[in-house]
T-cell receptor, first 114, second 112 residues
């Protein structure tokens, strides 16, 4: 079974630039999560999708972050414009559905904002 | 919303000794409690989980205990090995929202 795929793996940008991350969950997984993990901290949920609908985006800084999962499969997370404090690893995870809890994480995208 | 605290932040043990990491949570409706291991530069990997209707679960050297009344759960690693060295995160799934809240992590060092 293929795991959660993410790209790119690394990205370096200057502040005020834009960046986009892509995630392809495990086939058949209805729930998709985007997390931000700042160095030395636990993952913080940014947004959670159930199929193509948003379940929770309460911690997504909506003035600069956006995410979509148009066809209920893969997803993109965008930052525009980036700030220095956005430097972090962005982790995508998926699970079968809200009744099946096990989350599988992708390898993450490491973002450095200069 | 849910609040998760994890202790200790760092833990050093001699190889062969046991390690215990504890998490507390605030929302009594939370119903699922996974533990993840994260090695440097890698993704979090689920190592064990427990649901709210169970008090203890064991998988070889790893066990998790849950005290719903006190709202805390603990990870126990016995006969530790150097390859157990990593950062361990607890997480709590909120009962109403299915949202996961992670602890702040424990850096475990197993000294050979």
């Amino acid at each position: 079974e293929a795991g959660v795929a993410q790209s790119p793996r690394y990205k370096i940008i200057e502040k005020r630039q834009s960046v986009a991350f892509w995630c392809n969950p495990i086939s058949g997984h209805a729930t998709l999560y985007w997390y931000q993990q700042i160095l030395g901290q636990g993952p913080k949920l940014l947004i959670q999708f159930q199929n193509n609908g948003v379940v929770d985006d309460s911690q997504l800084p909506k003035d600069r972050f956006s995410a979509e999962r148009l066809k209920g499969v893969d997803s993109t997370l965008k930052i525009q414009p980036a700030k220095l404090e956005d430097s972090a690893v962005y982790l995508c995870a998926s699970s079968l559905g809200q009744g099946i809890e096990t989350q599988y994480f992708g390898p993450g995208t490491r973002l450095l904002v200069l | 919303g849910e609040n998760v605290e994890q202790h200790p932040s760092t833990l050093s043990v001699q190889e062969g000794d046991s390690a215990v990491i504890k998490c507390t949570y605030s929302d009594s409706a939370s119903n699922y409690f996974p533990w993840y291991k994260q090695e440097l530069g890698k993704r979090p990997q689920l190592i064990i989980d427990i649901r709210s209707n169970v008090g203890e679960k064991k998988d070889q050297r790893i066990a998790v205990t849950l005290n719903k009344t006190a709202k805390h759960f603990s990870l126990h690693i016995t006969e530790t090995q150097p390859e157990d060295s990593a950062v361990y995160f607890c997480a709590v799934r909120e009962g109403g929202t299915y949202k996961y809240i992670f602890g702040t992590g424990t850096r475990l060092k197993v000294l050979a």
